[in-house]
């Protein structure tokens, strides 16, 4: 099925630095979710926008919806090691029944 | 509100046999859908069902079949088990009406032997 692209594919940044992440479709989207997912885990909902250009903060993280409304960008301020995970973005896609449809996730390392 | 909750959290089964997973969305959530997680294939999409009726299906194949419950509880079977189906499922449940977000549970674990 339909996948969201996401980029970069993996990170490892020293504790203290910031992070950014992105993620395209070919397809409009109305709804972009973001998710963290430890390992055996299911994954988490971070943040959820619902409006083209929306900026949504969630303590250190930031997302927002781009224009365009295919893609969508997740940044994490002064990273922790607790942020070490996957991050996948998500969203709905009317012309198939609202079924979602998810990145193929960024692997964040946090080095301490 | 408690979360999406499924039983069990891991399961071990040998080839050929079935499993069953049970999935509780959220209280008020009608929809229910269904992931396969491996690390090779990221989070595929199994099926959702919404008030007892299956709405969208993945490309699986038919040793994949679930349901779902008058009260919006959902199973999801396979049978005849390979070892290809070993990974972490996933259930969702999203939210009734509005801005579609979806929730997920902690997943169930299986491994086939």
């Known amino acids: 099925g339909q996948q969201l692209n996401q980029s970069p594919q993996s990170m490892f940044i020293q504790e203290g630095e910031d992070v950014s992440m992105n993620c395209t479709s070919s397809s409009i989207f109305n709804t972009w979710l973001w998710y963290k997912q430890d390992p055996g885990e299911g994954p988490v909902l971070l943040i959820a926008l619902y409006k083209a250009g929306e900026l949504t903060s969630n303590g250190r993280l930031t997302a927002q919806f781009g224009i365009t409304r295919k893609d969508s960008f997740l940044n994490i301020s002064a990273s922790i090691p607790s942020d070490v995970g996957i991050y996948f973005c998500?969203?709905?896609?009317?012309?198939?029944?609202?079924?979602?449809?998810f990145g193929t996730g960024t692997s964040l390392t946090v080095i301490p | 509100k408690a979360g999406v909750t499924q039983t069990p959290r891991y399961l071990i089964k040998t080839r050929g046999q079935q499993v069953t997973l049970s999935c509780s969305p959220i209280s008020g959530h009608r929809s229910v859908s269904w992931y396969q997680q491996t690390p090779g294939q990221g989070l595929q999409f199994l099926f959702e069902y919404f008030s007892e009726t299956q709405r969208n299906k993945g490309n699986f194949p038919g040793r994949f079949s679930g349901r779902q419950f008058s009260n919006s509880r959902s199973e999801m079977n396979v049978s005849t088990l390979e070892l290809g189906d070993s990974a972490l499922y996933l259930c969702?449940?999203?939210?009734?009406?509005?801005?579609?977000?979806?929730?997920f549970g902690p997943g169930t674990r299986l491994t086939v032997l």
């Open positions: 998500a969203g709905p896609q009317t012309n198939t029944g609202n079924q979602f449809y």
């Open positions: 969702a449940s999203t939210n009734p009406q509005g801005r579609r977000t979806q929730y």
